[in-house]
């Protein structure tokens, strides 16, 4: 089955910088890496997705970056807000499963803004 | 307003209890989900569900129930078999199948069993 390793689990970075946030996946053959931000108390929200035909997608200060040859891919907050503090999730899906897909979730990087 | 509702937000139980936690939604999506959320491990899928009336087994399955009457509830049964149900369980749903569509979740439900 599919592995996401997710890196690094914390991550501190003074408001107005760049965070990244690192994923590799195992299974060749997948196809859809969503990321999700899950803020204290609540359920993840999706907050960008990209399809294994697209390299790169930015929405807004958010952007997200992938590696097919290397098998990773990468979420990248520009000018970070106290907002953005929360956990943040990669997922991976192979579409070797048609009809079944379950995504694999990484083990989640938890952001602090320092003000 | 459109979503996912978990209820209760917080659960007590006594070893040895069966409980249920409810998940609706009224997205009038066909797929649903249980995930148990444990600190430094991520999601792990309990069950899940494409359509009404079936549903499968996900990656951590022993000890819990499901069931799929409704489209709109999706209800999740943690039985004294399971060992460690301690947790905090997340439902969702997706338009498609969940691996190539977005998940909307609900808030959860933190489940203590002492």
């Known amino acids: 089955g599919e592995n996401v390793e997710q890196h690094p689990s914390t991550l501190s970075v003074q408001e107005g910088d760049s965070a990244v946030i690192k994923c590799t996946y195992s299974?060749?053959?997948?196809?859809?890496f969503p990321w999700y931000k899950q803020e204290l108390g609540k359920g993840p929200q999706l907050i960008i997705d990209?399809?294994?035909?697209?390299g790169e997608k930015k929405d807004q200060r958010i952007a997200v970056t992938l590696n097919k040859t290397a098998k990773h891919f990468s979420l990248h907050i520009t000018e970070t807000q106290p907002e953005d503090s929360a956990v943040y999730f990669c997922?991976?899906?192979?579409?070797?499963?048609?009809?079944?897909?379950?995504?694999?979730f990484g083990t989640g990087t938890r952001l602090t803004i320092i003000p | 307003d459109g979503g996912i509702t978990q209820s209760p937000k917080y659960l007590f139980r006594k070893e040895g209890q069966n409980v249920t936690l409810s998940c609706e939604q009224n997205?009038?999506?066909?797929?649903m989900y249980w995930y148990r959320q444990d600190p430094g491990q991520g999601l792990r899928l309990i069950y899940y569900?494409?359509?009404?009336?079936?549903?499968q087994k996900g990656d951590i399955a022993e000890g819990y129930s499901v069931s799929r009457e409704k489209k709109e509830s999706f209800p999740l049964t943690v039985t004294s078999a399971q060992k460690n149900p301690t947790a905090f369980y997340l439902c969702?749903?997706?338009?498609?199948?969940?691996?190539?569509?977005?998940?909307?979740f609900g808030n959860g439900t933190r489940l203590t069993v002492t």
């Open positions: 969702a749903s997706s338009r498609d199948r969940g691996g190539i569509s977005p998940l909307h």
């Open positions: 299974d060749s053959a997948s196809n859809y």
């Open positions: 990209i399809r294994s035909n697209v």
């Open positions: 997922a991976a899906t192979p579409s070797s499963n048609f009809g079944n897909e379950k995504l694999t």
């Open positions: 997205l009038n999506h066909d797929a």
């Open positions: 569900s494409q359509i009404v009336n079936d549903f």
